[in-house]
């Protein structure tokens, strides 16, 4: 094929999507989102509908399905500069791996997948309340599918590096009257959101402190010895910051 015949198909097959939903999740910030979908189990979000596909009927069948896929977009990497090759956390953020052979936020096209279990399903004010997702809030969603068992589960499959590396998780420190403020749920979904350590990779000084959103309130911790001290709880502030002590 000639370059100019590609470049022609290539202006054929480019098309505009536009979100159909956008997620609703207690996690404002990129910053401490999970790393994948269903890791941290019991983190509850909700898919709200746009205008146009709040369609009661569209949802017709799915409460015989345990599980969906979410095609979504990194909306807060839109204009990061994209490279051929990424450094993946788990690998420390030293190793570069090819982009396709990663799930890394910095793709061409912005596209992530996740995987999500259905917990309710809103058929009167369409919308469909899932956990173990891997999206702040905001994030806009442009295709739902349902997950199927018999061809989307593949015992025995090789993963690559996650075969050989898996996240240390850190051990959680809550005082009584900062463990207070939360219901019993939401105080669990925050330690194990914080278990998974959402600091940079190249981060590993003990006198900074840092600063994460989670149920409108700013959450601040600091890490030491592989054990996360949460250091105060306040309400949310308007930007997400880290600071030397």
């Not at 000639?2 to 956008?22: F, H, K, V």
């Not at 994948?36 to 017709?60: D, K, M």
């Not at 105080?187 to 959101?193: A, E, I, S």
């Not at 998974?196 to 890490?223: C, N, Q, S, W």
Request: one cysteine or more; glycine letters at 6%; aromatic letters at 10%.
């Amino acid at each position: 094929m000639s370059r100019q015949n590609l470049r022609s198909l290539i202006q054929i097959c480019t098309m505009i999507i536009e979100p159909i939903a956008y997620f609703r999740s207690p996690l404002t910030s990129k910053f401490g989102i999970p790393r994948q979908s269903g890791i941290v189990t019991e983190l509850h979000g909700t898919i709200e509908f746009v205008a146009r596909y709040a369609q009661p009927e569209a949802l017709r069948g799915m409460e015989s399905y345990d599980f969906l896929w979410l095609i979504w977009g990194f909306s807060e990497n839109v204009e990061a500069e994209k490279h051929p090759t990424v450094r993946p956390p788990l690998l420390g953020g030293n190793e570069r791996v090819g982009v396709w052979a990663t799930r890394s936020p910095f793709r061409p096209n912005n596209l992530g997948l996740s995987s999500v279990r259905i917990n309710r399903i809103n058929i009167e004010v369409p919308s469909i309340e899932v956990m173990g997702a891997d999206l702040m809030d905001g994030t806009p969603i442009y295709d739902i599918k349902p997950y199927l068992p018999y061809v989307d589960s593949h015992p025995g499959a090789r993963g690559g590096f996650t075969d050989n590396h898996e996240w240390l998780r850190l051990q959680v420190e809550i005082s009584d009257e900062h463990a207070a403020l939360f219901e019993a749920a939401d105080l669990q979904v925050l330690k194990d959101v914080l278990s998974l350590d959402p600091r940079p990779h190249y981060h590993d000084d003990a006198t900074r402190e840092y600063g994460m959103p989670f149920k409108d309130k700013d959450i601040r911790f600091r890490v030491e010895n592989s054990i996360l001290y949460i250091t105060s709880i306040n309400p949310q502030q308007t930007t997400i910051t880290s600071t030397e002590r």
